[in-house]
């Protein structure tokens, strides 16, 4: 299972950690991913951190703000958000998938296996 939490309203500028808190697998195996989506809009992969090689990776959209981090005596995956804007907006989500490596957020085609509920994360202008 994956739990998302730490969503809310900040105002342009601010920042805002979310937290991914997982159970039922072992964190060391699996890459897990946030993924945001707005009203209107798709699905977009923001980051992505895979235990299994050390890899991370960032969409364009949010590299240089965001910072994904892993406790895994916490079973717990952060997104440290930044410099916050009105267009990061949405809601945010975790997932994972054992058989993924972090530059497959990349890619299209690629879908995590498991998924956890969002956070709302609203940013004023």
């Known amino acids: 299972q994956l739990q998302a939490s730490g969503g809310g309203l900040v105002q342009a500028g601010g920042s805002l950690r979310l937290s991914c808190r997982t159970s039922?697998?072992?964190?060391?195996?699996?890459?897990i991913g946030w993924f945001r989506q707005a009203p209107g809009k798709e699905r977009e992969g923001v980051a992505c951190?895979?235990?299994?090689?050390?890899?991370?990776y960032y969409s364009g959209s949010v590299r240089g703000r965001f910072t994904i981090s892993s406790d895994i005596a916490k079973n717990t995956v952060y997104l440290q958000m930044d410099n916050l804007k009105p267009e990061d907006t949405a809601v945010y989500y975790c997932?994972?998938?054992?058989?993924?490596?972090?530059?497959?957020?990349?890619?299209?085609?690629?879908?995590?296996?498991?998924w956890g509920k969002g956070t709302q994360v609203t940013v004023s202008s």
């Open positions: 951190i895979s235990h299994t090689d050390g890899s991370i």
């Open positions: 039922g697998f072992i964190l060391k195996d699996y890459a």
């Open positions: 997932a994972a998938d054992s058989s993924w490596i972090a530059t497959n957020m990349g890619y299209p085609g690629y879908e995590m296996g498991h």
